[in-house]
């Protein structure tokens, strides 16, 4: 049932979307942005621009972030590493010797 949720909501976002785009297809915009302005721009492309422009911006905020996360377990990983190879007991022995007629193999 949990594994039929994630497509379950992608289908979801996209009925929605497929509505809103069918019900303000002709609904048209002025859209300043400052340094020039664009006339009769559909709402669609300004609500979808708008989505895009936010994923894009949440991607590059999150890269420093993930850049620190992965150095501080990067760093983890090899003082693990570090600590269990001078732990290693290079006296150990086999816990059961092999029989005599499997030595000649």
Not at 17 to 30: D, E, G, K, L, Y
Not at 86 to 105: C, G, H, S
Request: glycine share 6%; aromatic share 6%.
């Amino acid at each position: 049932m949990i594994r039929l949720l994630g497509p379950f909501a992608v289908l979801l976002v996209l009925i929605l979307s497929a509505a809103f785009a069918s019900t303000n297809a002709a609904q048209r915009v002025t859209v300043n942005l400052g340094l020039f302005v664009l006339y009769r721009v559909p709402v669609t492309a300004v609500a979808f621009g708008g989505l895009f422009t936010g994923m894009v911006v949440m991607l590059v905020a999150g890269i420093n972030s993930d850049l620190k996360v992965r150095g501080i377990l990067r760093r983890r990983l090899e003082e693990e590493d570090r600590e269990e190879r001078a732990r290693i007991d290079r006296d150990q022995q086999d816990l059961f010797q092999p029989l005599p007629d499997e030595e000649d193999e």
